[in-house]
């Protein structure tokens, strides 16, 4: 790859940490409003490179206070005291997409829809076999990298037209979940699925559930055991894997080739985390049907704070049955919002309480050859 050229544009800055010559942008200054640089660079350079290549010339340094405390720093980790560049205290990297200067909320302060993805600090890209890893540092990541992820659709934007953002976090990005949960929460949501497709009666979600079952998308908790070490090991948590699929439409083929998995585990995969493939494009759609949406919903609420652990899962299982008992009742899956409201009510129970909290009056699934019906008998009795 020959050298590239990149158009920076410059960010308002965090004025106590970085220091910008003649001033930067406004909030809610659109693309077009930004200074700009263009910066040419070796495909092989890192985007960091990139950023204090551009620092440099668009005048952005550490403020005196900041440089100050990092000279604290060094001499209380007994290093000698040297100068840092504004680009080293950099975190963020983010490129410009075609919508960013869209207004999402007006006023004196306009928020763009730009300002809604900019503090990304890590990326999707792929290796030497092909191969997605997660969580690679964006400014760590090289042109190359970045510019093969954007054209596999793995990251927004368009990595020769970057933005330059001199701010410091704001807040701790940690991860939506561990495997090991997450493969439970799966395995719960199957097994009230199952029953619910066994004695549930002629509705719309059972009759769906029992196509699906025979999709073998009971097995997705068996696929994502299978690979989620080697998953982890490229750096990614089950919210990192829910994000990718989720992100855009692919065909089972594009899926396995980046997740490292056999086409059939693909399909298991997705048709179990509530994707519907379409046939006539073959690619695969998320939410794309009523059964679907409900499988996506629970999923994405699985990772709420008051269902993790072991009493978490307690909590899920019941979380789930009552979603399905709702949806077989009424033959609609419960809203966004009233499902946000039910699981505030349980953290409010939850957070409430100090000893064992009473909310989980069910009969849990007992381990025996028949799946053990009476919680679904309790709450629809003329089932």
Same mark, same amino acid.
């Given at each position: 790859?020959?050298?590239?050229?990149?158009?920076?544009?410059?960010?308002?800055?965090?004025?106590?940490?970085?220091?910008?010559?003649?001033?930067?942008?406004?909030?809610?200054?659109?693309?077009?409003?930004?200074?700009?640089?263009?910066?040419?660079?070796?495909?092989?350079?890192?985007?960091?490179?990139?950023?204090?290549?551009?620092?440099?010339?668009?005048? *952005?340094?550490?403020?005196?206070?900041?440089?100050?405390?990092?000279?604290?720093?060094?001499?209380?980790?007994?290093?000698?005291?040297?100068?840092?560049?504004?680009?080293?205290?950099?975190?963020?990297?983010?490129?410009?997409?075609?919508? #960013?200067?869209?207004?999402?909320?007006?006023?004196?302060?306009?928020?763009?829809?730009? #300002?809604?993805?900019?503090?990304?600090?890590?990326?999707?890209?792929?290796?030497?076999?092909?191969?997605?890893?997660?969580?690679?540092?964006?400014? #760590?990541?090289?042109?190359?990298?970045?510019?093969?992820?954007?054209?596999?659709?793995?990251?927004?934007?368009?990595?020769?037209?970057?933005?330059?953002?001199?701010?410091?976090?704001?807040?701790?990005?940690?991860?939506?979940?561990?495997?090991?949960?997450?493969?439970?929460?799966?395995?719960?949501?199957?097994?009230?699925?199952?029953?619910?497709?066994? *004695?549930?009666?002629?509705?719309?979600?059972?009759?769906?559930?029992?196509? !699906?079952?025979?999709?073998?998308?009971?097995?997705?908790?068996?696929?994502?055991?299978?690979?989620?070490?080697?998953?982890?090991?490229?750096?990614?948590?089950?919210?990192?894997?829910?994000?990718?699929?989720?992100?855009?439409?692919?065909?089972?083929?594009?899926?396995?080739?980046?997740?490292?998995?056999?086409?059939?585990?693909?399909?298991?995969?997705?048709?179990?985390?509530?994707?519907?493939?379409?046939?006539?494009?073959?690619?695969?759609?998320?939410?794309?049907?009523?059964?679907?949406?409900? !499988?996506?919903?629970?999923?994405?609420?699985?990772?709420?704070?008051?269902?993790?652990?072991?009493?978490?899962?307690?909590?899920?299982?019941?979380?789930?049955?009552?979603?399905?008992?709702?949806?077989?009742?009424?033959?609609?899956?419960?809203?966004?919002?009233?499902?946000?409201?039910?699981?505030?009510?349980?953290?409010?129970?939850?957070?409430?309480?100090?000893?064992?909290?009473?909310?989980?009056?069910?009969?849990?699934?007992?381990?025996?050859?028949?799946?053990?019906?009476?919680?679904?008998?309790?709450?629809?009795?003329?089932?």
């Amino acid at each position: 790859m020959e050298s590239i050229e990149v158009q920076v544009g410059l960010l308002p800055a965090f004025e106590a940490v970085f220091d910008v010559k003649d001033g930067s942008a406004r909030i809610g200054s659109a693309w077009g409003d930004l200074k700009h640089v263009t910066i040419a660079t070796d495909p092989e350079d890192t985007f960091r490179d990139v950023m204090r290549k551009a620092c440099d010339s668009l005048g *952005v340094t550490l403020t005196s206070m900041a440089r100050e405390a990092e000279a604290s720093i060094q001499k209380f980790n007994g290093q000698e005291v040297h100068d840092v560049h504004a680009a080293d205290k950099l975190v963020f990297a983010a490129f410009r997409c075609a919508d #960013d200067d869209v207004v999402v909320h007006g006023g004196e302060f306009p928020v763009l829809k730009r #300002d809604q993805r900019i503090a990304s600090t890590e990326f999707i890209v792929r290796n030497e076999e092909g191969l997605i890893v997660w969580r690679r540092p964006g400014l #760590d990541a090289s042109m190359a990298e970045l510019i093969d992820a954007s054209s596999h659709g793995l990251i927004e934007g368009d990595p020769e037209m970057a933005y330059l953002n001199p701010t410091i976090p704001q807040g701790d990005f940690g991860s939506l979940g561990e495997w090991r949960s997450f493969i439970q929460a799966l395995e719960i949501l199957w097994d009230v699925v199952s029953v619910a497709s066994v *004695v549930g009666g002629a509705t719309a979600l059972t009759e769906q559930a029992r196509r !699906l079952l025979k999709q073998r998308s009971q097995e997705t908790p068996e696929v994502v055991r299978h690979h989620s070490k080697a998953w982890s090991e490229r750096g990614a948590s089950p919210g990192d894997l829910f994000r990718f699929l989720i992100s855009k439409p692919r065909s089972s083929e594009e899926i396995a080739a980046l997740v490292g998995c056999s086409d059939s585990e693909a399909q298991a995969l997705l048709w179990g985390l509530g994707f519907v493939l379409e046939e006539s494009s073959s690619l695969w759609i998320y939410r794309g049907d009523p059964l679907a949406q409900f !499988l996506g919903d629970s999923i994405d609420f699985s990772f709420a704070d008051i269902f993790n652990g072991e009493e978490g899962q307690a909590r899920f299982r019941d979380f789930v049955e009552r979603r399905v008992g709702s949806y077989v009742s009424s033959g609609e899956s419960p809203s966004k919002e009233d499902t946000e409201a039910d699981i505030d009510e349980r953290r409010r129970s939850v957070y409430e309480r100090s000893t064992d909290c009473d909310i989980l009056d069910f009969d849990p699934l007992l381990p025996d050859e028949e799946p053990n019906r009476s919680w679904f008998r309790r709450l629809w009795p003329g089932k």
